[in-house]
């Protein structure tokens, strides 16, 4: 499975001075250097089994009950124990996040296109297609094309999941690429069964290589996924952070990424007659149609040996090969990847 974020070399250290715009990793968190060194003494210890103290802080900061909620080793873990804890077959949109596919390797899968790339399947069409006795598991905002679904809609889904005795999975990962607040189901993940709420604590923040995630639903429903859990996978320092990192998450930053965006498609903008076109997004990252002939694979290679690096589409499905998927980084990198773009078909 391709991902983005590779910064290493072949020893394992990271290469200086990369432009990266291939994740889907947005913002930073100040203080975080200086509160991190507060608590690596936590490191001389195991961390607290199951992180059931953690688990309840996360559960108080997002006004759910402590028996709803699961701390994971990053929300990558929680599609596992869901993968683990819902054998039914499953239902996903396409295009996905990749990784979906990769878990669910053992379940009977079926995968709804959506009408061209960038769109999503309608909600009809979703809501015809629920497996029995399954799963859908969706990402909101989705990837690659960064595309919200209302509350409303959201909201059907998941009763047209429950009508058929299975579960909607919502990963809702991205929130923090969201520029308007994010239509959400997690405070209500505990309501009723047939619902699991999946995100990221760190991703939104610059953390990437903290991992801690966490996964909200139906008490019934989170006693499954942790049943598959091992008793030290949310480490110390992951523990001792994690409720202050999930206050810094509930903090707006819809701003910022909407400024970053605007910034990366205004260097774009010129580009337009050499064939590169934005498609249009919900979220600080979008899809990029590439001008004809120049694979996305090839490309996002050239640029790496000129150490700029972007995520190519294949990996998404052979629709792929003629985009990338963009996340904006400061005006001046943004620029200088308009630059690197526009000599590729001036060559």
Sequence with gaps: MMHGGDIYNSQGLPRQGLLDFSTTVCNSLPGFEARARRVLARLQAYPQPYSRGLSQELAQAFGLAPESLLATHGSSQALRLASLALPGPVLLEDPCFPGYGRVLAGHKVKRLPGPRPGLRPGLASLIQAIPRQGSLWLANPSSPAGLVLSLADLKALWQACAAKDSVLVLDESLEAQALKPLPSLLR????????????????????????????????????????????????????????????????????????????????????????FKAVASQTGYFLLSLPKGLPAQALAQRLSDQGILVRPCESFGAWGAGFLRLNPGTGQDNQALALALAEQVLE
């Design 188 to 275: 209500q993940a505990s309501a009723r069964p047939g619902l699991l709420v999946l995100r990221s604590l760190t991703k939104g923040l610059g953390l990437p290589g903290l991992r801690l995630g966490l996964a909200a639903g139906h008490p019934a429903l989170i006693l499954r996924l942790a049943q598959h859990q091992d008793p030290w996978d949310v480490d110390s320092l992951a523990q001792a952070l994690g409720p202050w990192l999930a206050l810094q998450s509930l903090k707006p930053r819809h701003k910022a990424r909407a400024q970053a965006k605007a910034s990366l498609l205004a260097h774009l903008a010129p580009l337009q007659d050499m064939g």
